[in-house]
Nanobody, 115 residues
Framework: QVQLVESGGGLVQPGGSLRLSCVVS????????MAWYRQAPGAKRELVAH???????TYADSVKGRFTISGDNAKNTVYLQMNSLKPEDTAVYYC?????????WGKGTLVTVSS
């Protein structure tokens, strides 16, 4: 049973930074890709950042230049470094692992950007 556990969310002021972590119960090498999604109140879940097994990354236009996705294989952990946060980044952030089309999800961590 694959488990993903997110952490690192919280309340931050506009312009601030947070780093989210996603600890996976198995080697992240076993997945084709890992990703972070987010879902704001009343909105659909959207892809924020994506990293392929080989390290290639893609980002939503709204976070390009501000967010960075990375992985630490030794720790079975994927990170999302979020800088220059804006109120519109407020959402529950979910970690996703894709294994040949089979998707696994964490329960999410809440990020609130507010003064």
């Amino acid at each position: 049973q694959v488990q993903l556990v997110e952490s690192g969310g919280g309340l931050v002021q506009p312009g601030g930074s947070l780093r989210l972590s996603c600890v996976v119960s198995t080697s992240i090498f076993s997945f084709n890709s890992m990703a972070w999604y987010r879902q704001a109140p009343g909105a659909k879940r959207e892809l924020v950042a994506h990293i392929l097994n080989g390290g290639v990354t893609t980002y939503a236009d709204s976070v390009k230049g501000r967010f960075t996705i990375s992985g630490d294989n030794a720790k079975n952990t994927v990170y999302l470094q979020m800088n220059s946060l804006k109120p519109e980044d407020t959402a529950v952030y979910y970690c996703n692992a894709n294994q040949r089309g089979l998707h696994y999800w964490g329960k999410g961590t809440l990020v609130t950007v507010s003064s």
